[in-house]
């Protein structure tokens, strides 16, 4: 079992490193990207159990370790391998 977490800032928190990355693709030629936000992906292995169960606890583990939750925001998928 695997989750896979994705952790990008809040909408309305300024993303230095997503300007630094859009300004560069505009230089870059490319004019069709209005905003670029940077984040993390983090794969976890977990032991097997329910869904529901894995799900919840790598939320725990984002609220308390993963993800800054006052600047950023996470979306859990647990898969089965």
Known sequence: MKALV????KADILDPQGKA???ALQD???EGV???KV???VTLQ???Q???QAKAQVEDMCRKLLANINVET???EITED
């Open 74 to 76: 996470f979306r859990v």
């Open 34 to 36: 209005d905003e670029v």
């Open 28 to 30: 870059l030629g490319y």
């Open 21 to 23: 990355v859009g300004s």
């Open 46 to 48: 977990l032991k097997s």
């Open 50 to 52: 329910p869904v529901d």
């Open 6 to 9: 994705y952790i990008t800032p």
């Open 39 to 41: 984040g993390r992906y």
